[in-house]
């Protein structure tokens, strides 16, 4: 291999611990940077690396950088400082290289409304070199594989969004990447849909020992597919390990209590919080979600809510969230951060 176009030693394991023809990383960045306009702080300095067979996930709200990430991976835009190495090649120098072997997923999707399922799959494994013959084998495989087989005929501005998704996917792995970028892909989808994208992912990370790189708004797909996890904000990488060893960042248990139907969840929130051992509070519609100190708690927030007659029907008792570890660095949950008063003025930007 050309030594300029290898992967930083710094980035790589220790050189002496493993064989010297050892597969390089699928990505390396190295203190990366990319400006984002005058309304979206610039990705900054960021450094990590996914090893080839990983399956990493990107959370965090919107604006946090998570598309541009994949953009820059996916050799669609070059940094503006540092390095980035997708599958050894330099995503610079020698974007085309590290192209042959990753398949990449926008939330738009990227599809031909004209053309049947089966022609948009064809065409985008003709385009990534395969033959006439492998194009239409690979087509039917894959078409099979996330359950569009019945819908193959037809055109792809009339599938409804949870077939265009499962057919973008389909797009993506036309060529049989090494690497593939999802931005998203499950976005706005119910859980059946969502399970048929996964148990397509699953199904070629386990047969072609693919590398998958998903961004997604779903923290708890992160949490239970996601080997490793990515916590990104306003263009910053703050944490990154699996999802157990990010939940270990956040001490003590998460308690849920569900309560009665009309309940106050506003004041119940406000009583909560003001008890020893309760760290933060978040409300929803239906419930309110604590950080403890210990699960000897709980009986202490139950019996302050009950003498202020505010019922709880469950109380849940749990790990801390991927929303908690986000809280834990930022002071503030993803939900709260993708209001248009915290990430800048005017509608949040989808990256």
Known sequence: MDTTNQWPALMARPLESEPHDVEPPAIVADRVGKARG??????????????????????????????????LAATLTVPDSGRLYVLGHDAHTHAMLARRSLGY??????????????????LAGRLRGLGRM???RRADELLALVDLGALAGYRAGLYPLAARKRLSLACALAAHPRLLLLDDPTGDLPA?????????????????RTTIVVATHHLEEAESVCERVGILDAGRLIALGSP??????VSGATVSLHLAAGSDTATAAYLIERLSGVRSVWTRPDRLEAQVTSVHTLPS?????EEHEITVRQALVSKPSLDQVFFR???????DAQLPHVVGTGAPDPC
């Open 38 to 71: 005058a309304r979206r702080p610039p990705l900054s300095r960021l450094s990590f690396r996914v090893a080839q067979g990983e399956i990493v996930g990107l959370i965090g709200p919107l604006g946090a950088g998570k598309s541009t990430l994949l953009r």
């Open 134 to 136: 492998a194009a239409r």
């Open 105 to 122: 997923m926008s939330q738009s999707g990227g599809l031909d409304p004209i053309l049947t399922g089966e022609e948009q799959v064809r």
């Open 192 to 208: 059946r849909e969502r399970q048929l994208i996964w148990t397509a992912l699953r199904h070629v990370r386990a047969e072609e």
């Open 301 to 305: 927030m139950i019996r302050l809510l």
């Open 244 to 249: 157990s060893e990010l939940q270990a960042q």
């Open 329 to 335: 660095h930022t002071g503030r949950t993803i939900r």
